[in-house]
């Protein structure tokens, strides 16, 4: 398949890149900057230029594709919203593949274990992704697939990298509230993974979540990232209302109290996380002070 992936030089995005290339299709990566092109260009992947705010001319890149993966964000509904729409409308009608990236914050506290299925309640960070996820599954025509990622690991970036890095600055890893709560998680390389059976096999329709065994308690996660960071298992409680004046509505979603079933990616697309946990891997993997 000719694919285009949205955020291909992003963290998401890079691994998907990686996966689809791996599993023989033709990958396209969108780029806005010359950086991002010499980055692909670099890699052997086919650079694109465009920009998630030229909505328009996202549109006019798709007629040759065989699908869209969209891993890019600005985090911005007024810049990310009309983008998909021109992208969506552009493909409608050709039964062509769209793999939309949301993410598990769309739920909310999930008050125990749910499913893709489960009422949304979602977080202020990301209020408007639901109707964005709608309007890609709503597309006459569009071989529509949500994927809901948890809480991204791996490669020693994504959000863990933020309590390794307190770890290493202040010799404690701080987190925010009280460090009960759940965080569902997943491997990046497993995530990539999926994206690929998605974009290959998923029906028009596809919600799915992808999470990586039972959620894992905040507290227990710092505390492997400052023991891999070398600061002895410390940590430190930053309560909700303080990282509220630096981090806003980042803050509360770092708070949430989340756990998830990925039986649907699992029965549905045979996908089998094989990456090592959250724990493992800050605690001695891509994470762990070397």
Same mark, same amino acid.
């Given at each position: ?20 290339? *791996?599993?023989? *299709? ?13 980055k ?32 890019a ?7 990310d ?24 914050w769309? *739920? ?48 020693a ?24 709560? *759940? ?18 096999k ?89």
């Open positions: 398949m000719k694919i285009l992936v949205t955020g291909a030089t992003g963290y998401i995005g890079g691994a998907v890149v990686d996966a689809l290339k *791996h599993a023989g *299709h033709q990958v396209l990566g969108l780029a806005r900057s010359d950086e991002a092109r010499n692909l260009t670099a890699r052997g992947i086919q650079a694109v230029a465009g920009d998630l705010a030229d909505a328009k001319g996202l549109a006019a890149l798709v007629k040759d594709l065989d699908a869209v993966v969209w891993t964000t600005t985090n911005s509904e007024a810049v919203a009309p983008a998909v729409a021109a992208v969506l409308d552009a493909l409608q009608g050709t039964n062509k593949a769209f793999v939309y990236t949301s993410g598990v769309v *739920h909310g506290d999930t008050q125990g274990v749910v499913t893709e299925d489960s009422p949304l309640a979602a977080a202020a960070l990301v209020a408007w992704r639901p109707a964005v996820e709608q309007r890609a599954l709503n597309t006459p025509g569009v071989r529509a697939v949500v994927i809901r990622p948890g809480i991204v690991y791996g490669r970036v994504g959000i863990p990298s933020m309590l390794t890095a307190s770890a290493k600055q202040d010799g404690a890893a701080r987190f925010v509230g009280t460090g009960e709560n *759940h965080w569902p998680v997943v491997f990046v390389e497993d995530l990539a993974d999926l994206y690929v059976r998605a974009v290959e998923a029906p028009a329709g596809t919600v799915l979540v992808a999470v990586q065994g039972p959620a894992v308690k905040l507290k227990d996660i710092a505390q492997a990232a400052s023991e891999g960071a070398g600061a002895g298992g410390k940590t430190v409680a930053w309560p909700l209302e303080e990282a509220r004046k630096q981090f806003g509505a980042f803050a509360d979603a770092l708070a949430l109290d989340q756990r998830f079933s990925a039986q649907k990616a699992q029965a549905l697309l045979g996908w089998t996380p094989k990456g090592p946990g959250i724990i493992d891997e800050l605690r001695s993997g891509s994470y762990a002070r070397r």
